[in-house]
């Protein structure tokens, strides 16, 4: 009887197990093209992600660079300090988005651009996204709005 007993946890131990890592798996195949990751210009550079890879990359806008196409296509490139990638998106780009400014866009690299499907801009005056931060400081180049 107590080996019986024994058998039985062991095998609901192990039923109990291979659901876990099923469900596991499930979850993670469900959720693999809504995981974005964001990349620096400076990554992207250096080792450009696969083609039709979805994934944010962020910097500030690049002087001079903001140009307006027909309609409401738009290009202009995004560095980071050490390094630039041209950016081209259709649609209507945030109020607060211009020159020199923080931005982060959601896309993929194609034949050296990013085409961007959506760009997302700072809301007020001293907002920055921490990933842009992030990688602007180690870049060496991140100068608070406030001073400090």
């Known amino acids: ?5 024994k058998q039985r946890r062991i095998q609901v131990i192990i039923v109990a197990a291979v659901a876990l890592l099923l469900s596991t798996a499930l979850i993670g195949y469900a959720l693999r093209d809504g995981i974005n990751y964001f990349r620096s210009p400076s990554q992207v550079v250096e080792t450009p992600p696969a083609p039709g890879e979805v994934f944010r990359i962020g910097g500030l806008v690049e002087e001079g660079t903001l140009k307006r196409g027909q309609g409401e296509s738009i290009t202009f490139n995004v560095t980071d300090g050490g390094a630039s990638v041209p950016v081209t998106f259709t649609g209507i780009l945030p109020d ?3 020159e ?15 085409e961007a499907t959506e760009i997302l801009a700072k809301h007020d005056e001293t907002y920055m996204p921490k990933e842009v931060v992030d990688a602007l400081k180690e870049q060496g180049v991140y100068q608070p709005a406030d001073g400090s």
Do not use: D
């Open 100 to 114: 020199g400014q923080g931005m982060v866009g959601t896309g993929s690299y194609v034949n050296g651009t990013f």
């Open 96 to 98: 607060l988005f211009g």
């Open 1 to 5: 009887m107590k080996g019986l007993k």
